[in-house]
């Protein structure tokens, strides 16, 4: 079986998510199987049990917080936060500051089932939540995966000394989880400026793709 992967960068409301779509329905269209692994989707389970288990409800239904993005932002009842300050207070400040690895073994366990449990010729697994440094490398350089930075700051790839020197002061008012990989960013048609229309996006998205498949034949 021919495993391929693929990571997508990019700091909240960049496109992460639209990105990964059409993607997904690109490769799926092309007759290749796709699995979509969230860097969060641990988090996201065990938060989503405890949800259930405060307010009563089917496990379905509290994972709706998680994974719905105008549901993120909702204050779950009983609980008197949003589902992204869970996942942020849990899954970054808390578990990180045991293990800055622990979601990197998660996802590796994951590989290993998926590698297990499919049976087809060629398969693109999609990491669509990359936010971390380890995350980035563990996809870029133990993984060999394609890399796409996704923003909507025309500025966030600046070379200027005076913008970058700006732009890494006011990354410090935001939360560690946003701050974004674009530093890591060593390839020039790995960025994607996402500012006009989804088209225009997905023209970009597939240029990319199709380069580095080429680049990898």
Same mark, same amino acid.
């Given at each position: 079986?021919?495993?391929?992967?693929?990571?997508?960068?990019?700091?909240?409301?960049?496109?992460? =998510?639209?990105?990964?779509?059409? $993607?997904?329905?690109?490769?799926?269209?092309?007759?290749? =199987?796709?699995?979509?692994?969230? *860097?969060?989707?641990?988090?996201?389970?065990?938060?989503? =049990?405890?949800?259930?288990?405060?307010?009563?409800?089917?496990?379905?239904?509290?994972?709706? !917080?998680? #994974?719905?993005?105008?549901?993120?932002?909702?204050?779950?009842?009983?609980?008197?936060?949003?589902?992204?300050?869970?996942? #942020?207070?849990?899954?970054?400040? *808390?578990?990180?500051?045991?293990?800055?690895?622990?979601?990197?073994?998660?996802?590796?366990?994951?590989?290993?089932?998926?590698?297990?449990? %499919?049976?087809?010729?060629?398969? !693109?697994? $999609?990491?669509?939540? $990359?936010?971390?440094?380890?995350?980035?490398?563990?996809?870029?350089?133990?993984?060999?995966?394609?890399?796409? !930075?996704?923003?909507?700051?025309?500025?966030? *790839?600046?070379?200027?000394?005076?913008?970058?020197?700006?732009? %890494?002061?006011?990354?410090?008012?935001?939360?560690?989880?946003? %701050?974004?990989?674009?530093?890591?960013?060593?390839?020039?048609?790995?960025? $994607?400026?996402?500012?006009?229309?989804?088209?225009?996006?997905?023209?970009?998205?597939?240029?990319?793709? !199709?380069?580095?498949?080429?680049?990898?034949?």
């Amino acid at each position: 079986m021919n495993i391929k992967y693929i990571g997508i960068c990019g700091t909240k409301g960049s496109g992460k =998510t639209t990105a990964a779509n059409i $993607i997904i329905n690109e490769l799926e269209r092309n007759g290749n =199987t796709v699995v979509v692994l969230p *860097f969060a989707q641990g988090i996201k389970q065990i938060l989503a =049990t405890v949800v259930s288990m405060i307010n009563n409800m089917s496990y379905n239904e509290a994972l709706k !917080y998680f #994974i719905t993005p105008e549901l993120k932002e909702v204050i779950i009842p009983k609980i008197n936060a949003t589902a992204r300050n869970m996942m #942020i207070a849990f899954g970054t400040d *808390f578990v990180r500051s045991i293990n800055n690895d622990l979601w990197i073994e998660y996802i590796q366990n994951e590989l290993d089932k998926i590698a297990y449990d %499919y049976d087809v010729e060629n398969l !693109y697994v $999609i990491f669509d939540d $990359i936010r971390f440094e380890n995350e980035h490398n563990f996809v870029q350089d133990n993984l060999n995966g394609i890399m796409f !930075y996704i923003t909507r700051d025309k500025w966030e *790839f600046s070379k200027n000394i005076f913008v970058k020197a700006v732009r %890494y002061i006011g990354r410090y008012k935001k939360h560690k989880s946003e %701050y974004g990989v674009h530093h890591l960013c060593n390839s020039e048609s790995s960025k $994607i400026l996402n500012l006009t229309t989804k088209e225009e996006l997905a023209e970009k998205v597939l240029n990319k793709l !199709y380069e580095d498949k080429n680049d990898n034949t």
